[in-house]
Nanobody
Framework: QVQLVESGGGLVQPGGSLKLSCAAS????????VGWFRQAPGKEREGIAC???????HYSDSVQGRFTVSRDKDENTVYLQMNRLKPEDTAVYYC?????????????WGQGTQVTVSS
């Protein structure tokens, strides 16, 4: 079972940018889906982006046009470039093998990385 570890979070001002990384512990085929998710305080976890060779790339309406997901096959890493960040983007961000929260077993979630957008 490939493990995914998120990193790159931090504190950023509104309008700023961050790039998150999702590093795999082993070979990560681009055929399989890797999704980015986030969970804000008091809210349910939501999917915001997903990438795979078989389905392409998809974004939620809340991040479309601001966030870009990509992958480096040589590094077995998936990235999430976040631009024009807003306070409402504040959340813990996770990556996982899948595009929908309901399809991911509870024990497949990592620790996530905190993103805080504040002035």
């Amino acid at each position: 079972q490939v493990q995914l570890v998120e990193s790159g979070g931090g504190l950023v001002q509104p309008g700023g940018s961050l790039k998150l990384s999702c590093a795999a512990s082993g070979f990560l085929s681009d055929y399989y889906r890797v999704g980015w998710f986030r969970q804000a305080p008091g809210k349910e976890r939501e999917g915001i982006a997903c990438i795979s060779r078989r389905d392409g790339i998809h974004y939620s309406d809340s991040v479309q046009g601001r966030f870009t997901v990509s992958r480096d096959k040589d590094e077995n890493t998936v990235y999430l470039q976040m631009n024009r960040l807003k306070p409402e983007d504040t959340a813990v961000y996770y990556c996982a093998m899948g595009c929908q929260v309901s399809t991911i077993p509870d024990d497949h979630w990592g620790q996530g990385t905190q993103v805080t957008v504040s002035s």
